[in-house]
T-cell receptor, first 111, second 116 residues
Framework: QKEVEQNSGPLSVPEGAIASLNCTYS??????FFWYRQYSGKSPELIMF????GDKEDGRFTAQLNKASQYVSLLIRDSQPSDSATYLC???????????FGTGTSLTVIP | EPEVTQTPSHQVTQMGQEVILRCVPI?????FYWYRQILGQKVEFLVS????????KSEIFDDQFSVERPDGSNFTLKIRSTKLEDSAMYFC??????????????FGPGTRLTVL
């Protein structure tokens, strides 16, 4: 059973702070890792993806991947109230033909 | 910017009825997917489709489900005899594969299916 685990939260941070979201996965064959944002009642919206160990930065977002620890994280700098949403970690299996999603972490940015 | 579209946005049906959910993937994408999300739960993979055939399917995707690409643009999910537990949001996604494996998946807005 391939599992993707996330802290369900809720996570609350003040505006301007750094939000840190974590995800672990069970399938060592996983090659691709994605963070999606989902507003209530809406579809998942891609934030960023990461394939290689280390950090990847895109604007206020930084994804970190450690394949040895089977761990991927997302940092959101200078958090804004509009960042309030559920953040989904998705892991691509070795075949590449499906995503395994975590249950998501609910983030609230307090003005 | 190209996007995945889905129709209808909301479908209400009676238990035992057949429903067809429709999707138009991004035009140059070759891999297509269906996921579902029961209210308050995680997004779950149903099926992936490539080159006019199913690539992979989950345990959820039993004989009551089928997928089809009836023409060059549409991708459909059919549920033959709906059950109460099929009530969920159904998302279509597509990707443009690289190096023989699927890549980033882009999701449509979803169809909310309510089975009464």
């Amino acid at each position: 059973q391939k599992e993707v685990e996330q802290n369900s939260g809720p996570l609350s941070v003040p505006e301007g702070a750094i939000a840190s979201l974590n995800c672990t996965y069970s399938d060592r064959g996983s090659q691709s890792f994605f963070w999606y944002r989902q507003y209530s009642g809406k579809s998942p919206e891609l934030i960023m993806f990461i394939y290689s160990n280390g950090d990847k930065e895109d604007g206020r977002f930084t994804a970190q991947l450690n394949k040895a620890s089977q761990y991927v994280s997302l940092l959101i700098r200078d958090s804004q109230p509009s960042d309030s949403a559920t953040y989904l970690c998705a892991v691509n299996g070795y075949t590449g033909n499906q995503f395994y999603f975590g249950t998501g972490t609910s983030l609230t940015v307090i003005p | 910017e190209p996007e995945v579209t889905q129709t209808p946005s909301h479908q209400v049906t009676q238990m035992g009825q057949e429903v067809i959910l429709r999707c138009v993937p991004i035009s140059n994408h070759l891999y297509f997917y269906w996921y579902r999300q029961i209210l308050g739960q995680k997004v779950e993979f149903l099926v992936s489709f490539y080159n006019n055939e199913i690539s992979e399917k989950s345990e959820i995707f039993d004989d009551q489900f089928s997928v089809e690409r009836p023409d060059g643009s549409n991708f459909t999910l059919k549920i033959r005899s709906t059950k109460l537990e099929d009530s969920a949001m159904y998302f279509c996604a597509s990707s443009e594969p690289t190096s023989g494996t699927s890549d980033t998946q882009y999701f449509g807005p979803g169809t909310r299916l309510t089975v009464l």
